[in-house]
């Protein structure tokens, strides 16, 4: 899948632009390219990507404020997002990840690096659909998740989770009873290729529990999480 991948390319420095897209073409993906934020939103949309490579700092709207407006679309939650950031902008993989980002790559960009985070990070996309059951809608008491629609309802009220959030609640729910230790939740939600610490996912978890409730996500201290109902 990988390599007839689409990846829009977002950066308000057209040589950046021009560099990345030409060397990414070479790879057989097919490109588009934008260079505001207003006209990232309109080319995710109607271009519908894999993958978007968002630049932080732009003049009309920054990457954090589009990568916001496009979680707040259903449409995108199986869209991959990575910021790019210059070394000195106070922005680390903990905030790029909170933000509703996938990985974040730092600049200057060097060519190999950027391709091979690349690779990885549609590697991931095919391998996050497949946390997916056969069965789209399960029900664990007064909890509902749709797996096929990323929807989450308690008590019939729905309740917005983001893409993170809910695929580390898919997979705990996947198997109730069954404690999954950290090395397993990195591995399945934010995959073996983006290094994260204990804290990421804890604030996930502890977000989760603010939003369908402390008693359905049980902690293993030194271990990891179980799902109970």
């Not at 391998?127 to 929807?151: A, C, M, Q, T």
Request: aromatic letters at 10%; one cysteine or more.
């Amino acid at each position: 899948m990988e390599y007839n991948a689409k990846i829009l390319l977002v950066d308000d420095e057209e040589d950046i632009l021009e560099f990345l897209k030409y060397n990414l073409k070479k790879e057989n993906y097919e490109i588009k390219t934008a260079n505001a934020g207003n006209e990232a939103i309109k080319k995710a949309y109607s271009f519908k990507p894999d993958l978007i490579v968002l630049d932080i700092m732009m003049p009309d709207m920054d990457g954090i404020e589009v990568c916001n407006k496009l979680r707040e679309d259903d449409c995108f939650n199986d869209t991959l997002i990575a910021f790019l950031t210059a070394k000195n902008e106070s922005f680390t993989q903990v905030a790029a990840l909170d933000n509703g980002g996938d990985d974040y790559i730092t600049k200057p960009i060097k060519l190999n690096v950027f391709k091979s985070r690349v690779r990885a990070l549609l590697r991931r996309h095919v391998k996050n659909r497949g946390i997916d059951s056969p069965v789209s809608e399960i029900e664990y008491g007064s909890l509902k998740i749709d797996k096929e629609k990323y929807l989450v309802y308690k008590n019939n009220e729905k309740i917005a989770l983001a893409r993170k959030e809910f695929n580390l609640l898919a997979l705990l729910a996947s198997k109730p009873g069954k404690v999954f230790n950290r090395e397993e939740i990195l591995s399945e939600v934010w995959g073996r290729e983006v290094i994260v610490g204990d804290r990421t996912i804890d604030v996930h978890v502890r977000k989760l529990r603010e939003k369908i409730g402390k008693e359905f996500i049980q902690t293993y201290k030194g271990i990891g999480y179980k799902f109970e109902f």
